[in-house]
């Protein structure tokens, strides 16, 4: 059988669950069909929708990836959600990870796009978050991705215990590739970065942190793997001169998180035009995706219990 087929199942069954879900609940006259040849969910312009209580959809980005190219990903999304969703979408790629935390905690926008980290952290402070899909890394056709940390060849770094007495690059400390992973491996390689390292700097976003590296500010970085991927097909990190020299377990993907305080109807309609998204509109926050899939808070239990085994506090 091959890949491709399997995929095409995997999504079938993934949408039929949708409509089952639409049935349940919506209002009777709102009754969702299964497209099976196009594999969409549709529902008919007659249904109810609980979205004109809202008079903006408003939408906060973590910063994977500050560029012209981003901000193009972001405007065709807001477009296909504001077509989708019948009104209007604002979306908003903060400065720094812990902005985003606190516009959604606080309730400031309805949705989020967050890192695993991001996401446990928002859920401590405010209980009434919910993630609902994530997407599926286009690498690993799976909704999960790895951490890597990545030398400078320069740098006489072959491993982790070499990074002793040289200079790091950490994406944020509510980063789960850029801090909490990594973090747990030097832990368990008894590595203390605040004791072992010469110079910390705390880049704010993946695209920062190997800028860090290419310009020679520090020695090694960690970052997401597609980070490190796309870094190396512009040229920005050759592999003549950077080499990766650590890759962690697959962590769960960014989800995105949305308040349980919105209409059930809102929040199907919101899935299903995420599911249905195409290609196009898909890869924002500057992932490489093919698709989302939905999850569960239960799929971040694992970044729970790293946290807990750290002892990381939330702020």
């Known amino acids: 059988m091959h890949a491709s087929y399997r995929q095409r199942m995997a999504q079938f069954v993934l949408l039929l669950f949708l409509t089952i879900l639409s049935i ?13 040849v196009n594999n969409e969910v549709r529902i008919p312009e007659t249904a109810n929708s609980d979205a004109s209580t809202l008079a903006q959809l408003n939408i906060a980005i973590i910063p ?50 967050l890192g695993p980290f991001s996401y446990v952290k928002a859920k401590e402070q405010n209980p009434e978050l919910e993630p609902i899909v994530a997407h599926i890394e286009k690498s690993t056709g799976r909704p999960w991705y790895t951490s890597t940390i990545v030398v400078n060849t320069e740098s006489g770094i072959e491993k982790l215990a070499d990074l002793k007495g040289k200079r790091f690059g950490f994406v ?34 993946h695209d920062r ?35 990766m020299i650590w890759e962690s377990a697959p962590i ?35 992932i490489d995706a093919d698709g989302y ?4 808070d239960e799929d971040y239990e694992v970044i729970r219990k790293i946290q807990q085994t750290l002892k990381l506090a939330n702020p």
Request: with cysteine.
């Open 172 to 205: 944020s400390k509510s980063s789960t590739s850029g801090y909490l992973f990594p973090l747990a491996d030097f832990q368990t390689n008894e590595l203390n970065p605040e004791r072992d390292f010469i110079e910390i700097i705390y880049a704010d976003s």
């Open 24 to 36: 349940a609940c919506t209002p009777p006259r709102n009754n969702s069909t299964l497209d099976p």
């Open 252 to 286: 769960p993907s960014s989800p995105i998180v949305i308040s349980s305080k919105l209409p059930e109807t809102f929040k199907f309609e919101l899935k299903k035009a995420l599911i249905n998204a195409p290609t196009g509109v898909i890869a924002i926050g500057g």
């Open 64 to 113: 994977h990836r500050a560029s012209a190219e981003e901000q193009e990903k972001i405007d065709r999304l807001a477009d296909y959600l504001q077509t989708s969703l019948g009104l209007p979408v604002k979306i908003s790629l903060t400065e720094d990870y812990d902005t985003s935390i606190d516009l959604l905690v606080e309730g400031k926008v309805e949705v989020a796009y």
């Open 293 to 296: 899939t939905l999850v569960q």
């Open 209 to 243: 942190n190997t800028a860090l590296l290419a310009e020679g500010k520090v020695d090694a970085i960690a970052v997401n793997k597609s980070s490190y991927i796309l870094a190396q097909k512009t040229g920005l990190l050759p592999e003549t001169k950077y080499r």
